[in-house]
């Protein structure tokens, strides 16, 4: 269970955003709407303790985050939250396999190649694995990073505007998975957009205004 | 995933910016590698051939001079000595050992060297085959000379006048070899070794031409009896020739006790017609000329590195402003302020580490190289002497990765990855 409790932030010298309150229960999927500069990005990060609020709490499975040290958040969000970027910014200097192993062995889990080879092969990329990230096109590139934030069995998965640079067929392709992802890994999803076209996937909206 | 692998991959993933630093480095390293090996090389055979040697006694002239013809058998003589005077010097009280020397000649351009068992005394040379040279005419050469020369024993040869060059052959008599030296690891190794009579009579048939008595297997005592004629520019004054008796080239002296250090030098100089030079002093002489050289060749290795060091600072802030998003997207996948840090240094010193075993080693080849193509077998440097002082060539190379990388490190712990992520 995730819960957002009179969280407020402000950047230096601007005003402050509120947030109002959020619970999302295990195994939800919910999209979170705003228009550009609403603060979407503000509470996607605050969600994922990449930016710690001014005021409010953030408790993820009874885990106040923002009391944890900075080291232990570090690891905290590396286990138990998947984030999957815009665009796919992966490790070019490392395979599509190291990628994910990489995400292993920075939330301190072990290596576990059974289940890379397992996630690849759920999102159809298998036979990428020892591709370097030059190699591969945006879409499979997409693909990876989904994998990636789902190697470790995250309790969230969040998206930020994922389908955004994607035509509508492409879009409805990444939509499904992260939706069958998020399902296969029994992970509660958070998609953040402001792209009309994925609204109807969804029953639960948190709306920013 | 170790830092370290993920720093090395990312080298890897820029081979060329990568090879450059590396060569900057290895190219530093490796002057600064030469220059120690060589100077320290060149100390130690300085050392190593005067050791038990307090004083030289020569003719009047530059004091280095006697001591690179007398010691290390590099220059010409300054001249002669009356064994008269010199037979003097050696009965002193201060004077333990006195070793006299007879140049003049060569083989193929080794040096023959006439002189006494005393010789034998303070090199402490023993023979690897055959015996120490006894009658006139027979030689003990050394190790290094039996192999260049592919001499053994009972094998003759003829001595040529001078100290190079085969011009001017001493057709007279010819030498026999007796005995080969164990390989002492100094310039023995490089000389060839008879009894002084002998080259006095080498030298009396060469001037047989001069109007003078000779008779045959006599002691000699005629006036024109030289154990050598390079003058070099030495005025010798004319009374020296008409001196009588034969005359030597140098005198090696070994002190009785310290106290002669203070005074024997100084009567040689003030009482005698010759002088005396200490091989120490010559020696810390010559190396501080040498030094100059040295200390530029130095200074220029050290801006080198300092250069490559700026490249490796360069190389690894640019490439940070470049990564600055995959690392904010490690730190999202779980990893630490400190791990990031580790990544960025490990680059800087995977880098300079690189560098200086690869300079290192190609220092070692290079004088290696050096040695096959010196001239002068006594001063033949080698490479595949190693020194413990490398070690801070090491610890250099180490210091210079992290004082390159300290600051893409810090930048890269103290990076607000919320504003680096939410900029794209």
């Known amino acids: 269970m ?130 370097y990230p030059d190699e591969l096109s945006q879409g499979q590139l997409q693909r990876v990073s989904i994998a990636r934030a789902v190697i470790n069995k995250p309790a969230l998965l969040i998206a930020d505007e994922p389908t955004s640079s994607l035509d509508d067929k492409n879009a409805k392709v990444v939509l499904d998975l992260l939706m069958q992802q998020s399902g296969a890994n029994q992970a509660t999803l958070v998609v953040a957009t402001h792209d009309k076209r994925v609204k109807d996937a969804f029953n639960n909206t948190y709306e920013l205004s | 995933m170790s830092p370290l692998k993920i720093s090395w991959k990312s080298l890897w993933s820029k081979p060329l910016s990568s090879a450059l630093n590396i060569m900057l480095i290895a190219f530093g390293t490796g002057i600064l590698t030469i220059l120690l090996l060589a100077s320290n090389q060149i100390a130690q055979k300085l050392d190593n051939n005067s050791k038990d040697i307090d004083l030289v006694v020569g003719a009047k002239g530059s004091p280095l001079q006697l001591i690179l013809s007398s010691i290390y058998y590099i220059d010409f003589p300054t001249g002669n000595i009356p064994l008269k005077e010199a037979t003097a010097l050696a009965r002193s009280p201060f004077v333990k050992r006195a070793v006299p020397l007879a140049l003049g000649d060569n083989y193929n351009g080794t040096r023959i060297v006439g002189t006494d068992s005393n010789f034998v005394g303070i090199y402490k040379l023993k023979v690897q085959s055959g015996k120490f040279w006894d009658k006139d005419f027979e030689t003990t050469i050394g190790s290094g000379v039996a192999e260049s020369q592919k001499l053994k024993i009972g094998d003759t040869f003829y001595g040529a006048h001078g100290l190079t060059g085969n011009s001017d052959v001493h057709k007279s008599h010819k030498y026999t070899v007796s005995g080969i030296l164990e390989p002492q690891g100094n310039v023995t190794d490089n000389l060839i070794l008879t009894n002084i009579a002998s080259v006095w009579k080498m030298h009396d048939e060469h001037e047989e031409g001069e109007a003078h008595e000779h008779k045959d297997g006599e002691a000699h005592e005629h006036k024109e009896a030289e154990a050598h004629e390079h003058k070099e520019g030495e005025s010798h004054p004319k009374d020296e020739h008409s001196d009588e008796g034969k005359e030597l080239t140098s005198l090696l002296i070994q002190y009785r006790s310290p106290m002669s250090v203070a005074m024997f030098p100084r009567m040689v100089n003030e009482t005698t017609n010759m002088q005396a030079a200490s091989p120490a002093q010559e020696s810390t002489r010559l190396f501080s000329l040498i030094g100059v050289g040295v200390e530029t060749l130095q200074w220029f290795a050290v801006l080198i590195m300092l250069i490559a060091a700026i490249s490796v600072f360069v190389n690894l802030y640019n490439s940070l402003k470049e990564r600055k998003y995959d690392l904010a997207i490690m730190r999202t996948l779980g990893a630490s302020r400190g791990k990031l840090f580790l990544i960025v240094i490990a680059e800087g010193i995977i880098l300079t580490l690189a560098g200086t075993i690869i300079g290192i080693v190609l220092g070692h080849l290079a004088l290696q190289f050096i040695g096959n193509y010196q001239e002068s077998s006594q001063a033949r440097l080698s490479g595949l002497i190693f020194l413990k002082d490398e070690i801070y060539l090491f610890v250099a190379g180490l210091a210079i990765g992290i004082f390159a990388a300290i600051i893409p490190a810090i930048q890269a712990y103290r990076s607000n990855i919320s504003r680096i992520l939410s900029k794209n």
């Not at chain 1, 995730?2 to 959020?22: C, M, P, R």
């Not at chain 1, 408790?59 to 900075?70: F, H, K, P, V």
């Open chain 1, 2 to 131: 995730i819960s957002l409790k009179s969280v407020s932030h402000s950047y230096a010298g601007q005003k402050d955003i509120g947030f109002s309150d959020w619970q999302i229960n295990d195994g939800e999927q919910w999209l979170l709407l705003g228009e550009s500069g609403s603060g979407k990005t503000t509470l996607l990060h605050i969600l994922t303790g990449i930016l710690k609020p001014k005021q409010g709490e953030v408790n993820i499975n009874d885990t106040s985050i923002y009391g944890l040290s900075s080291k232990d958040l570090d690891q905290f969000r590396g286990r138990n939250i998947g984030i999957i970027f815009q665009r796919p910014h992966l490790i070019k200097s490392l395979s599509i396999s190291e990628n994910l192993v990489l995400a292993q062995s920075f939330a301190k889990l072990p290596t576990d190649l059974k289940r890379v080879n397992a996630v690849l092969d759920s999102l159809g990329i298998e036979n990428k694995k020892n591709a």
